[in-house]
């Protein structure tokens, strides 16, 4: 009896523990809740500002809502009871609630801002306060002309408070009121209608079709006409203005919009996109009723009284709608009887998978992306069994899908959500098959076995209460309530206990699991705990689902060991297969050593040079990983064409001013002037520097003899001779004046195309011969002058080009020659590495040259005298310039069908 009063005496102080541990937790948390003291709208211009103001920095998430439009900010670990209930609004704002939302795990102040239309907006922290701005000016219509049914935008980093993340919009937690009842204090104005109807059709074909080739309009019928079936289309109908949107997918556009003249339509307008073919009918007044029919080769889409009129979604909740169409929010009393799923399955791939969905009716949908690694489908008015409300984890089944988990959302009537988390980006599509839905899920990424992949579905359970509540994965690693700790010498065990109650987990551990421990901690989150209590006692854990299972490293080693070796075996008894990996765009050699990494000890490859394929022998798993691998790497090699210019200007200019003035003085008895002396009795002077010119006699000599080029084809000269009667005295001058000016363009154009990292050339010229003599006799070699352009490109993954490039522009020079005649060789060239994006120019190398000369020939000393200098010395300028640019413009001509990583 003593020892069994001990053991309850030991479980009692367990359990008070626990239960202490678990309060000073919540109180430590309460204790740092962001108490939300005040809320205003101040109108700005065309616009309005909603300003939460609080005692600490905001930590926040940020989502938009749309039918009606509206904004919901959650500000995390808040308190908001101090600014809760309606709040009127300014402009664009119809009206503001604040709600808070609380319960054992997180304290969340919502706060729900009504929009008057659809609008841009921003939100974003200053100090303790957040602000909501939004734009006055509706924001542009989407080019698909189909509302979104929400749209999620990321909060801005907030000082001293962790950055915002980009949340899924999750309803509150268990025990709070949800917003829809809030909404309905809103005023009607925020409640745009702008979808009427919508529908969608997909169904397996034997023939699809790919290209719509004729479009025609005649009695108020729209033929399409495809070159097979239509295997997957939907019709929108939209108001403001009425107008009638189908979309047929997987097809191209080979046809005009037909002219409409009469009818019940206007208009008929259609355009092509990368996965559909969008046609609009736009009608004249009211919509007409409408009929959308398969035949043999398109469709056809029947207008006015021959169809009976489609009733609009608000009016026909059971309605299926399309992915992209806005839940619109219906009166509890007009809700039918809520549609059942009967069963949840998945179907794996190596690309990703399908959820199948079986129902009992039709049911209203839509698809929510929190991240590009997650995608959430919500289904109103349905209702999920307590037998599949789980979690699937499929991450054993080799498919980048990790995480499928299925949950009924409380506090929210009938609303069902489906979440799927994989290790790389998803592309989804959800389509209406016979007796329910299915969500084909396409991965981008590499496979489970290539890549480790964190648990980051952990919020995904079957528990929705911690969905609701946190909402998105999170980014950073430790995510659990935060806790204190405080304990000496406890057991192991009843420390483990003690988490896996704050925790709400199921805990295993394993037998050989003791020892006591001694820790303080403060304010922590529990799982970083307990990694740090198990790294202390050489323990790790192993998670499946919601079960913890807590052992000794070495029993885990040894697990992993085994079940290695069982693999192994299991490899080494299983028969092998033989499989032809047909290789297009690479060299089967060349693949053959890659495939040879993902290949069993079993395995083998061998190439069949003929037929450039690689024959795999192995067990099935590694056949297909090696064909997975040959699938992702033979791809299109990227093709590059660059196209150079060489601009080459040459400017000559050239000016000379020159002179020539003489003539002769004589004093003699011939001329009547002697000099009356003795001696001398004649006298004579005249010029010294012999010259001839226009009007100068042929033996008259110059005194200053400084002319300039002038001659046949350039310059200009002017001669003038001064005499008196008897010829005593006689004076020349000749003025003579040159000025040149000359401009030379060359503009090279080389053009190649090559493939990505492989060097092209291409050159145009001449080879020019020049003669060696030596001891051995004549020796001719030949120099090349040429244009050449040497390139090799590599395209990056954002689609630029990287360069290495050689460009030259030789040319031989008549004006200077050797010793023996011989040209000299003008070399012109750059080499350099540059970046360019995809059609962009850049210009890699520029040189301008610029010569100028003065020359002046003078009389010494008589050239300085101001003015009269001018007649004793000539002038000579010349100015010559030289100017090269190399432009070069990649374009990578096969875009379209390199892979898209590239």
């Keep these: 009896m003593l020892e069994e009063s001990v053991v309850t005496r030991g479980k009692l102080m367990n359990m008070v523990t626990a239960l202490l541990v678990a309060i000073v937790g919540v109180g430590a948390e309460a204790a740092e809740l962001n108490s939300l003291r005040d809320l205003k709208v101040v109108q700005t211009g065309a616009g309005a500002q909603v300003v939460v103001t609080g005692t600490r920095a905001p930590t926040f998430t940020v989502f938009r809502l749309s039918s009606p439009e509206r904004l919901v900010v959650d500000l995390s670990s808040a308190d908001a009871t101090g600014i809760k209930g309606h709040h009127g609004g300014q402009g664009p704002v119809s009206g503001v609630v604040a709600s808070q939302f609380s319960d054992a795990r997180a304290s969340v102040g919502r706060v729900l801002v009504a929009l008057s239309q659809a609008a841009q907006y921003d939100v974003r922290a200053d100090g303790n306060r957040v602000i909501i701005s939004v734009d006055g000016a509706p924001a ?111 097809v191209g556009l080979s046809a005009r919009a037909p002219n409409v003249r009469s009818g019940v339509l206007k208009d008929v307008r259609v355009a092509a996109h990368a996965d559909k073919v969008r046609l609009v009918l736009d009608a004249r007044g009211e919509m007409p009723a409408y009929q959308v029919e398969r035949n043999g080769r398109g469709l056809e889409v029947v207008l006015g009284g021959k169809v009976a009129r489609k009733p609009a979604v608000s009016d026909t909740p059971e309605k299926v709608v399309a992915e992209n169409a806005p839940l619109r929010p219906t009166p509890v009393s007009a809700l039918p009887a809520p549609v059942e799923i009967k069963d949840l399955t998945f179907d794996e791939n190596d690309s990703g998978g399908r959820v199948n969905l079986k129902l009992s009716g039709a049911v209203v949908w839509k698809v929510e992306r929190p991240d590009p690694r997650s995608a959430v489908l919500s289904l109103e008015n349905a209702r999920l069994p307590r ?101 000496k010498d406890i057991d192991i065990q009843n420390l483990l206990r003690v988490i896996a109650e704050i925790s709400k987990k199921n805990v295993v551990v394993a037998d050989d699991v003791t020892g006591k421990v001694t820790i303080r901690l403060r304010n922590v989150p529990w799982d970083q705990a307990l990694d740090l209590i198990l790294r202390t006692k050489s323990l790790g854990r192993e998670e499946f689902g919601n079960i913890i299972r807590i052992a000794p490293l070495k029993t885990l080693e040894e697990e992993a060991r085994i079940r290695a070796e069982r693999k192994k075996q ?57 064909r997975q691998l040959v699938r992702n790497l033979d791809t299109q090699t990227p093709q590059v064409l660059i196209e150079s210019r060489i601009v080459e200007a040459n400017t000559t200019f050239s000016r000379e001013l020159g002179v020539q003035w003489g003539g002769q003085a004589l004093a003699a008895q011939a001329t009547g002037n002697p000099t009356g002396l003795i001696f001398p009795n004649s006298l004579a002077v005249t010029g010294g520097v012999e010259g001839g010119g226009g009007g100068v ?121 050797g010793a023996n005649g011989q040209p000299a060789i003008q070399r012109k060239e750059a080499t350099t590495q540059v970046l360019v994006k995809d059609g962009d120019t850049t210009v890699i190398g520029g040189i301008y040259v610029r010569r100028g000369s003065s020359t002046t020939n003078a009389v010494p000393f008589l050239s300085k005298i101001p003015v009269i200098g001018l007649l004793f010395k000539n002038l000579r300028e010349r100015d010559d310039r030289q100017e090269l640019l190399i432009f070069i413009t990649p374009r990578i001509l096969n875009r379209q069908t390199i892979p898209q990583s590239l």
């Excluded at 003038?720 to 008897?726: E, Q």
């Design 387 to 487: 037998r599949l409300e789980r979690s699937l984890d499929t991450s054993a089944l080799e498919t980048p899908v990790k995480m499928i988990s299925a949950f009924s959302v409380p506090g929210e009537g009938n609303r069902v959500r489906v979440v799927v988390a994989a290790d790389g980006a998803i592309e989804e599509n959800v389509s209406q098959v016979a007796g329910g839905l299915s969500w084909r899920l396409s991965v981008k990424g590499v496979k489970t076995e290539q890549v480790a992949v964190t648990q980051r579905t952990a919020g995904f359970t079957a528990e929705a209460p911690t969905y609701a509540s946190e909402g998105a994965p999170q980014q950073a690693r430790y995510r659990g309530k935060k806790v204190s700790f405080e304990f």
């Design 697 to 817: 006699p042929d033996i008259a000599n110059y005194a200053v003899n400084l002319p300039v080029g002038a001659g046949a084809g350039s310059g200009g000269a002017l001669g003038f001779v001064f005499g008196s009667a008897g010829g005593a005295l006689n004076l020349n001058l000749r003025l003579s004046a040159a000025e040149n000016e000359g401009v030379v363009k060359t503009i090279s154009a080389p053009k190649v195309t090559t493939l990505d990292n492989n060097t092209a050339r291409i050159s145009q010229g001449v080879s020019l011969p020049f003669s060696q003599v030596s001891a051995s006799g004549a020796n001719t070699t030949f120099i090349e002058a040429r244009l050449s352009l040497e390139v090799t490109p590599h395209v990056t993954q954002d689609g630029s080009i990287l360069l290495n490039i050689n460009a030259a522009n030789n040319q031989p020079d008549p004006a200077n020659s």
């Design 140 to 250: 542009a219509e989407a080019k698909a002309e189909v509302p979104a049914a929400a749209e999620v935008k990321p909060a801005p980093a907030v000082a001293k408070a962790e950055p915002a993340v980009v949340e899924q919009p999750a309803p509150a937690p268990q025990k709070a009121a949800q917003p829809e009842a809030v909404v309905a204090k809103a005023p009607a104005a925020a409640l745009p209608e702008n979808v009427v109807a919508a529908e969608a059709d997909e169904r397996e074909v034997a023939n699809p079709a790919r290209r719509i080739t004729a479009l025609s309009f005649a009695r108020d019928t729209l033929s399409i006409r495809a070159d097979g079936e239509v295997a997957r289309y939907e019709v929108l109908e939209l108001a403001d203005p009425p107008r009638l949107a189908v979309d047929v997918y997987g």
């Design 570 to 626: 299991g490899i080494a008894q299983e028969d092998l297969l033989v499989s032809l990996i047909p290789v297009n765009y690479a060299t089967a050699n060349e693949m053959s050593a890659r495939v040879k990494d993902v290949l069993s000890e079993r395995g083998s490859v061998t190439v069949d040079t003929r037929t450039n394929v690689l024959i795999v022998k192995d067990v099935r798993s590694n056949t297909e990983r090696a």
